[in-house]
């Protein structure tokens, strides 16, 4: 059963200025202030739980953060309107995470997850771009190359749409190492 605390008791202004802000100043209810007592709540902002966001490829290879639902009439039936919708929720999922405490929106952050849906683009173009330099870099270094290491570069580079930033090569077969005998046997001669 709750309890009834008089609004003009001692507990009752306790209660009040920890209920109101900095700067308030209490009421009676008979509309008397006391600037005695004023509230004791800072003004600062609340931060959590906040959303992060972090910009991917979908599907169709375009760069987005969050989606918003297919218009309904663009699809014939109910079914696969609702698949249609399944998929963007599972795409808004991935792309947002729900964090709750400084420390872990500095780890998300460090992550690439970004405030806002337009910084997260952000983040993910200059990262692109960095890539981007790399490969450039990369690729005025392989004319530096030999020939056989500029085919393994061109391979490498032909197999797949992404930036080619490395190449591993392949290890040259050689001489196998010596066995030796553990130091911590006894050998014994017989």
Not at 92 to 107: A, G, K, P
Request: proline content about 7%.
């Amino acid at each position: 059963m709750p309890i009834q605390i008089p609004h003009d008791s001692a507990l009752g202004k306790e209660l009040w200025q920890w209920d109101h802000h900095e700067g308030e100043v209490f009421e009676s209810l008979s509309g008397d202030t006391d600037p005695s007592i004023r509230g004791k709540r800072p003004r600062v902002p609340v931060y959590y739980p906040r959303m992060l966001y972090k910009a991917r490829p979908n599907a169709s290879g375009k760069v987005v953060c969050y989606e918003p639902y297919p218009p309904e009439y663009l699809y014939g039936d109910a079914n696969s309107y609702n698949r249609a919708c399944n998929e963007v929720d599972v795409l808004n999922r991935e792309n947002t995470i729900l964090v709750h405490s400084d420390q872990e929106c500095e780890q998300r952050e460090r992550e690439g997850w970004r405030d806002s849906p337009v910084s997260a683009l952000a983040y993910y173009e200059g990262l692109q771009q960095d890539i981007a330099q790399a490969a450039a870099e990369n690729a005025f270094a392989v004319k530096k190359m030999s020939d056989k290491a500029q085919r393994e570069f061109r391979a490498a580079e032909e197999a797949t749409h992404a930036h080619v930033t490395d190449v591993v090569g392949r290890k040259k077969p050689g001489r196998k190492p010596k066995v030796i005998a553990p130091r911590d046997q006894e050998i014994t001669h017989e």
